[in-house]
């Protein structure tokens, strides 16, 4: 603390600030001054505008940045159909496929590491809820590869941004707008559009998606908590400008399109990755999960798990979220008479869970191991399991640190998450027994006091005698 002691050194520079308006050059006097659409723009370039939200967008939503590149990105043959009866990521737009809405709390055994693919064709749609198409929910993915996109390639999406959150193995991210490295304990963004290519410098990965159709991420509202906390703004880093010269024709660049989770594929004869210098506050950006400041209860009690919010894309009810990303990172207890873990609850939100490493303090039990996953939908009771509950119960309650060297995630929604036959049935790595496993073993410890007993659990003032009856709970019998 305060940043993660990565094994793999960065290689690349950033831009530091969330939603800060940037400009970079990769070649000085790239960037117009005073202007976005000069009739010549400078060094010979052309001037492309990229828009993360509606023009019309409130000022504080609007989303924009001006590409300065060598050819515009519409310079491409017709997009067609690619694998398109094996490729479909859309959560509701599967005509082979069902949607399982289910109650049942869900648990998923460590995904397979998978060496055989690449970064487009890792994705593996767990769980989801809404349609792309209406640019409404989010689609919540596994990815797993072992190979490199080819050189000459570059993927988008045209659904929604993408939350990646590695738990195995490092990204080197080629983006148009420059370079981004992504290792566990990092988390990266990708907005809906910006052209990317994935190479895997320390061999196979594997992590979570969280995509999302609606909205864009930003920093929760930290309320009476003040101006710092949680994450902070100027940890989150964004690509400076670095361009490929590639445009004499003769090498073919195919751009593959997510688009209504279908897959599609485009060529060119110049590389996509040629944008000199922009300016805007639409692009990728990168956090270190390590430089979270974590708040917590420093009396009674702990705050709802809200307080472990990293970034949150809101619905259109202030304070309910199409999706909260929320981390468990290692931190102090030291609460008085309480029961620590997590609280047993139901939730009008839905919650899915991961584990990047380590062993997460609410499941002790051995079962929700890193890499694997866990779904508690709206309204599935969940808390910690019979295990877990006996340790809190029967804990000695001195200051104890949590977590060190694990971090668990949620994806925590206001929708209810539909889960698909690939995350039901076809991974094969749903737990049957976790109900078993967890909550079936608890036992009843209640015992009805004698009225004796009652009296004695009764507050009472300095002279001994029961308090005030405003003061006294109620009981029946
Ligand atoms: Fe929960």
């Known amino acids: 603390m305060p940043v993660t002691d990565f094994k793999v050194p960065e290689k690349y520079k950033y831009l530091n600030g969330f939603n800060a308006y940037h400009e970079t050059e990769a070649v000085e006097g790239a960037l117009p001054i005073g202007a976005n659409n000069p009739q010549k723009a400078p060094l010979g370039l052309y001037n492309e505008k990229l828009s993360g939200t509606a023009f019309t967008a409130p000022r504080h939503e609007n989303q924009q940045t001006w590409l300065q590149r060598i050819l515009p990105a519409s310079a491409h043959s017709p997009f067609e159909p690619r694998e398109s009866s094996t490729y479909n990521t859309n959560p509701e737009n599967k005509p082979h496929e069902k949607i399982h809405q289910i109650p049942n709390q869900l648990r ?285 119960s029967n804990a000695e309650l001195k200051p104890m640190k949590v977590g060190d060297g694990s971090m668990a995630f949620m994806f925590e929604s206001c929708l209810m998450v539909g889960v698909t036959d690939w995350g039901l049935k076809k991974c094969a790595k749903v737990q049957p027994d976790y109900n078993a496993e967890s909550w079936e073993p608890l036992k009843p410890h209640f015992k009805r006091p004698t009225p004796a007993k009652i009296e004695n659990n009764l507050p009472r003032n300095a002279k001994g005698e029961i308090g005030d009856k405003g003061q006294v709970p109620h009981w029946t019998s």
């Open 108 to 392: 998923w055994d460590p995904f397979d590491l998978d060496e055989t693919v690449d970064w487009v064709h890792s994705l593996h749609l767990v769980a989801g809820a809404g349609d792309p198409t209406m640019k409404a929910g989010l689609g919540i993915f596994i990815y797993a590869a072992g190979k490199d996109m080819s050189e000459r390639e570059a993927f988008y999406s045209a659904d929604g941004d993408f939350l990646i959150v590695p738990q195995h193995g490092v990204l080197d991210i080629q983006t148009e707008l420059g370079n981004i490295l992504v290792r566990p304990n990092e988390i990266c963004v990708i907005p809906r559009g910006i052209r990317y290519r994935v190479t895997l410098p320390q061999g196979p990965v594997r992590g979570y998606i969280c995509e999302l159709y609606q909205n864009h991420f930003t920093l929760p509202e930290l309320g009476p908590m003040g101006s710092n906390g949680l994450a902070n703004a100027r940890d989150f880093q964004a690509p400076v400008a670095s361009f490929v010269e590639d445009h004499n024709g003769e090498n073919t660049y195919t751009i593959l399109s997510k688009f209504a989770g279908h897959l599609f594929a485009a060529e060119q004869n110049h590389t996509p990755f040629d944008v000199v210098a922009w300016h805007g506050n639409y692009y990728p950006y990168k956090y270190d999960l390590g430089r979270f400041n974590t708040i917590g209860s420093i009396s009674f009690d702990h705050p709802d798990p809200s307080i472990f919010t990293v970034l949150t894309a809101q619905s259109e009810h202030p304070g309910t979220a199409i999706a909260d990303f929320v981390i468990f990172p290692p931190r102090w207890l030291v609460a008085e008479d309480t029961f620590r873990p997590p609280y047993y609850h139901r939730n009008t939100m839905s919650e899915f869970m991961g584990l990047i490493g380590g062993e997460y303090d609410g499941k002790t039990a051995g079962g929700f191991q890193p890499a694997g996953a866990s779904l508690h939908n709206i309204m599935s009771a969940h808390g910690p399991d019979a295990v877990t509950h006996e340790k809190a």
